[in-house]
């Protein structure tokens, strides 16, 4: 089984390389390629990657390339974690909204559209060379805005699946204060992309989010920054996303007063790239949890086993709403519960989504969209029109400026924006 990650000079790889030593016997990897077009990255990363194989005793050959025709070719699943522009696009798209007064983040608001007009057309690139390479191949994305860019892929009529890690996080935390096992947890998680609730957490059956609020919500609220009252009334469990939209005011102001979270990644980067360089370190380091993307190793081994193996299992994916909520058409794409197997995935029966939350997915749905279009065939009213959609902007004056900042400060990626 050959699997080849795009992107694989990131300091994410380790994580992804334990998770596939650890759980060699769910997905057989026989070969594991990296792709990435920093060979100094690339190389570091390579370097430890074998060194956790060889620690573990798996039998895997690791391979490292900046090509990636070469490195797609005959594989069976690709995974895209890439960030096209880095950090230093990262630390602008959270920098020059806050001077419009909104939410500087890089997969929500102004922010969040500007990762996706230069994300989305390097995705489709890399899509196409892999239909070209390898039509079975299925492609995994782990590249955000996820909701985005895997209705970008879907739509094009590629074999791809969107992969988040707050799902998989949330049955984590749910399972150890439960005191059960992960897979005796099953959510109830619905909505769109880093814009979820939990509206159950089932164990053989039962309801245990009542209890897990009455006896946890205030550590629970705190993990997320909302206020414990609002889980108590509402009965569920938002993602920590939701913040960005139910105290946006507070948080750009939280926002201004400190280094922003692109800054402290590239900080951590430097150093963990320094600790790859060590030939004697044969583990991911514990600073490596600081950088994010918890259980993201379980989640694309589970994910990437059941599409290759046909499992048939539910996993939170990101897929194609076909119906599941009627309010949406059904080439949205969704974050839910759904049947994982070689045909692809299919959501599970839900309950009609509450007012409260429907309301805000339409809209942002709607934004999505707009941002789609912007992304693929550019043009400063399409930028304009999906910021002037976006609950977060929606005044005609405040996504003007937007536009303009926007494009100033994406230039570079965007050939028609110049």
């Given amino acids: 089984m050959k699997l080849t990650v795009v992107g694989g000079g990131s300091t994410y790889t380790p994580e992804l390389v334990d998770g596939f030593a650890r759980l060699r016997d769910t997905l057989p990897v026989t070969e594991?390629?990296?792709v990435d077009p920093a060979k100094d990255r690339l190389e570091l990363v390579g370097g430890l990657a074998e060194r956790i194989f060889a620690k573990q005793g798996h039998p895997g050959r690791v391979v490292t390339t900046t090509d990636i025709d070469a490195g797609i070719d005959?594989?069976?699943?690709?995974?895209?974690?890439l960030r096209v522009g880095g950090q230093a696009a990262r630390q602008e798209d959270e920098t020059w909204p806050l001077e419009c007064g909104c939410v500087g983040q890089e997969t929500t608001g102004a922010g969040g559209l500007a990762k996706a007009l230069r994300t989305v057309p390097v995705v489709l690139d890399i899509a196409e060379r892999v239909r070209r390479t390898n039509p079975n191949a299925w492609i995994i994305d782990f590249t955000n805005p996820v909701g985005i860019v895997t209705r970008a892929l879907?739509?094009?009529g590629h074999k791809a699946v969107g992969l988040c890690n707050v799902a998989i996080g949330f049955q984590r935390r749910f399972a150890k204060l439960l005191g059960v096992t992960p897979g005796e947890v099953q959510l109830d998680h619905v909505g769109l992309n880093h814009l979820t609730w939990e509206r159950a957490v089932r164990v053989n059956g039962e309801n245990m989010l009542p209890k897990l609020l009455e006896g946890h919500v205030a550590e629970l609220a705190a993990d997320l920054k909302l206020p414990p009252e609002l889980l108590l009334q509402l009965g569920v469990v938002p993602s920590y996303y939701l913040r960005y939209f139910y105290q946006h005011d507070e948080v750009v102001q939280e926002l201004l007063t400190k280094p922003s979270r692109a800054a402290e990644v590239a900080a951590l980067e430097t150093q963990l790239l320094e600790m790859y360089a060590?030939?004697?370190l044969d583990e991911k380091p514990a600073l490596l949890e600081q950088r994010g993307g918890a259980y993201y190793s379980e989640a694309a081994v589970d994910l990437a086993s059941s599409l290759l193996n046909d499992t048939g299992d539910i996993q939170v994916v990101n897929t194609l709403n076909d119906g599941t909520f009627p309010f949406l058409a059904d080439d949205a794409v969704i974050e839910v519960p759904a049947t994982v197997g070689a045909d692809g995935t299919m959501p599970v029966a839900l309950a009609p989504l509450e007012p409260l939350y429907a309301g805000l997915v339409a809209n942002v749905?709607?934004?999505?969209?707009?941002a789609l279009q912007a992304?693929?065939?550019?043009g400063r009213e399409r930028v304009f029109e999906a910021l002037l959609a976006h609950p977060l902007v929606g005044q005609i004056s405040l996504a003007d400026q937007l536009t303009d900042k926007l494009l100033a400060h994406n230039k570079q990626h965007l050939p028609w924006a110049r």
């Fill in 32 to 34: 594991l390629v990296l």
């Fill in 74 to 81: 005959g594989a069976d699943a690709v995974l895209l974690q």
């Fill in 154 to 156: 879907l739509s094009h």
């Fill in 278 to 280: 060590d030939p004697q």
């Fill in 365 to 370: 749905t709607a934004y999505e969209d707009l």
């Fill in 375 to 378: 992304a693929i065939k550019g």
